[in-house]
């Protein structure tokens, strides 16, 4: 079956004429969605079996689906010993003019009414699933995984301005490195500590964390400020990070957010420098004060270098945009200075380190303290490297982001009532070109969406027996998506209620069709595969 159909009108489940008659004798019930630029489905006029045009002239050549055959016409109760599953049986039409005529008995009990099969209005077929049935999708054996509701980094803390931060667990880690060093440090400027330093460094490094959480709030509260949704903050090995969803309209705000963070950095070492004054230095309070003036000096001094990752990287990055009025333009070029720190740091810093640059003595053989540098510094080099080859990716996923349209992904649908049976609504979907079942009430307003993944469980020779309602999901509102939505507006509408299926309505409130998160997230890695 093909995603979108020809541009000629479906036929009915039941024997044209028949269905004919009985539509003109009841209101319209469904009213279900249609193209106002197609014909009306229902002639006002019955054509004779040797005037009434073929399927072939009716539907558009390269989607004409086969006509299902005389015992796939009948009520399924009519023969429960030889069910024949409608949507692939395919019998000569009657108004082909090769058929012999009509042979179709007219059935023996009053089928129930079913909403006319008009589908929705037409879809650009997708090519990879162009001739795909429903009922042998193969979309559904791999479906995207459930997005959680709220994202999970470790253990929680809090939720400061509503934003959850969390406690990577490499943290712990970098906790006992800090105790471990700095206890050292402690042990040669207050001997008389004992083993009660490592108490005063521990108490040092949760400080210093608390620090680098302020430093992220800052970004928090400017995002925020600027309405840019914070997805959480992350204390980890090196600092912090704040997850910002979406990228700042313009360079101006996005030089602003990129700067609060080192400028509330600067500021606590003014504070600490501050606090140091009155109190006398060689006591456990002064060491504390001076090594967290120091550390957050380090902090801001290291974030304002101009590459991404860092802050630094993000106003060079707002700098470039601003110039070039290119946001990729930035971002690569930021992105490639930062690559170029990264070289420059683990080459750099143990050099800096064992000639004595940085205020120690030189060191003329390798030692521990040497192989411990060069261990930190090539920590650092592939932290900066991996980050600014991610902001290179992610700018490019935010380049091609537009071209996820809800319009254009969306798969042609058809209406069934509820007590439908699944081989009459998939005859239905073939017949219409259509990949997906929307189940209506009897005044077609939608209920529900048959799920593709349960169609592909239910046995062939079952299908008659099983009606649509037993494999539909009910809608709530957050399936509801517009029929507008693109980039990241659709990837967050779909983030925010995590489906497979998702109805697809006009602004109207017209049905359009249904859209399969499977759908999206081919079409995702489609665009990322392409280049920038």
Avoid: C
């Amino acid at each position: 079956m093909d995603e979108s159909g020809g541009s000629g009108q479906p036929r009915s489940g039941t024997d044209e004429s028949t269905e004919r008659r009985s539509t003109e004798r009841r209101t319209d019930r469904t009213a279900p969605a249609t193209d106002p630029a197609r014909p009306d489905p229902t002639p006002t006029a019955e054509p004779s079996p040797d005037t009434r045009p073929s399927d072939t002239d009716r539907d558009d050549p390269e989607h004409t689906s086969p006509r299902p055959s005389p015992a796939a016409e009948a009520d399924p109760q009519d023969e429960p010993s030889q069910p024949q599953d409608g949507d692939t049986a395919a019998q000569p039409s009657p108004g082909d003019d090769t058929a012999p005529g009509p042979t179709t008995p007219p059935p023996t009990e009053p089928r129930p009414q079913q909403p006319p099969t008009t589908p929705y209005p037409h879809h650009t077929p997708d090519p990879d699933t162009h001739d795909r049935t429903l009922a042998h999708s193969g979309t559904t054996k791999t479906q995207p995984p459930q997005r959680p509701k709220e994202p999970r980094g470790g253990l929680l803390m809090g939720r400061p301005f509503g934003v959850p931060v969390y406690v990577a667990p490499s943290w712990f880690l970098v906790a006992a490195l800090i105790t471990w060093v700095f206890g050292g440090q402690l042990d040669r400027v207050l001997p008389e500590l004992g083993a009660a330093r490592y108490l005063v460094s521990l108490f040092f490094a949760v400080a210093f964390y608390a620090s680098v959480l302020v430093h992220e709030l800052a970004h928090t509260v400017a995002a925020l400020r600027f309405k840019l949704p914070v997805r959480r903050i992350q204390l980890q090995f090196f600092g912090g990070v704040s997850e910002i969803e979406k990228e700042a309209e313009t360079p101006g705000r996005e030089f602003v957010l990129a700067f609060v963070g080192p400028l509330l950095s600067l500021v606590l070492a003014g504070v600490f420098y501050a606090a140091m004054q009155p109190v006398e230095r060689g006591t456990v309070p002064g060491v504390l004060l001076a090594g967290l003036m120091i550390s957050n000096l380090i902090v801001a001094a290291f974030n304002l270098l101009p590459g991404l990752p860092l802050d630094g990287g993000r106003m060079l990055r707002a700098v470039v945009w601003k110039i070039t009025g290119k946001p990729m333009t930035g971002t690569i070029a930021a992105a490639w200075v930062g690559r170029a720190l990264a070289v420059s740091v683990l080459i750099g810093l143990p050099w800096l380190t064992q000639s004595g640059a940085l205020g120690s003595d030189a060191v003329d053989n390798v030692g521990m303290d040497t192989v411990m540098d060069a261990l930190l510094a090539a920590i650092l080099a592939a932290i900066i490297w991996t980050g600014a080859g991610n902001s290179l990716r992610m700018a490019r996923l935010r380049e091609h982001l537009p071209e996820l349209r809800a319009r254009t992904l969306t798969r042609r649908a058809v209406p069934v009532e509820t007590d439908t049976p699944l081989s009459e609504a998939l005859r239905r979907a073939n017949t219409a070109g259509a990949r997906a079942l929307v189940v209506v009430d009897a005044d077609g307003n939608p209920l529900s969406l048959v799920r593709e993944a349960a169609i592909v469980g239910v046995p062939e020779h079952r299908r008659p027996w099983v009606p649509v309602s037993g494999l539909a999901q009910d809608l709530t509102d957050g399936m509801r998506v517009s029929a507008e939505l693109a980039g990241e507006d659709l990837l967050e509408a779909l983030r925010a209620a995590p489906a497979t299926e998702y109805l697809v309505v006009e602004e109207t409130g017209e049905i359009y069709g249904v859209l399969s998160a499977a759908d999206v997230e081919r079409a995702f890695v489609k665009a990322m595969a392409r280049p920038a």
